[in-house]
Nanobody
């Protein structure tokens, strides 16, 4: 079982930046891919970005490519989402989650394929 805790959300003006963090509790955190997802009120949870266990592979939703960067520091059991040039449409609750396949060879983007979700961190972007 892995517990995940997100932090770093807040209120930012359009064009600004935030960095989200996701800390995992398990010693095996470094063997799992991590995904970031977001959910706005009245909308389905959607994929934002993912990174494999070794930081060799990353994947991004088209809507955030070129603006967001996912990374991880396995020594700290932490994954990050650097969000730049934020837009009002980026406002949502952001969640990190772990893909339960250890040492996976490909990244998955469906929320149903991920386990061990964090509680979420709210991002508000004012125009």
């Amino acid at each position: 079982q892995i517990q995940l805790v997100e932090s770093g959300g807040g209120v930012v003006q359009a064009g600004g930046s935030l960095r989200l963090s996701c800390v995992g509790s398990a010693d095996t955190f470094d063997t799992y891919a991590v995904g970031w997802f977001r959910q706005a009120p009245g909308k389905e949870r959607e994929f934002v970005a993912a990174i494999d266990w070794s930081s060799s592979l990353t994947s991004y939703a088209d809507s955030v490519k070129g603006r967001f960067t996912i990374s991880r520091d396995n020594a700290k059991s932490t994954a990050y989402l650097q969000m730049n040039i934020l837009k009002p449409e980026d406002a949502a609750t952001y969640y990190c989650a772990v893909d339960p396949i250890r040492y996976g060879l490909q990244l998955r983007i469906g929320p149903a394929e991920y386990d061990y979700w964090g509680q979420g961190t709210q991002v508000t972007v004012s125009s």
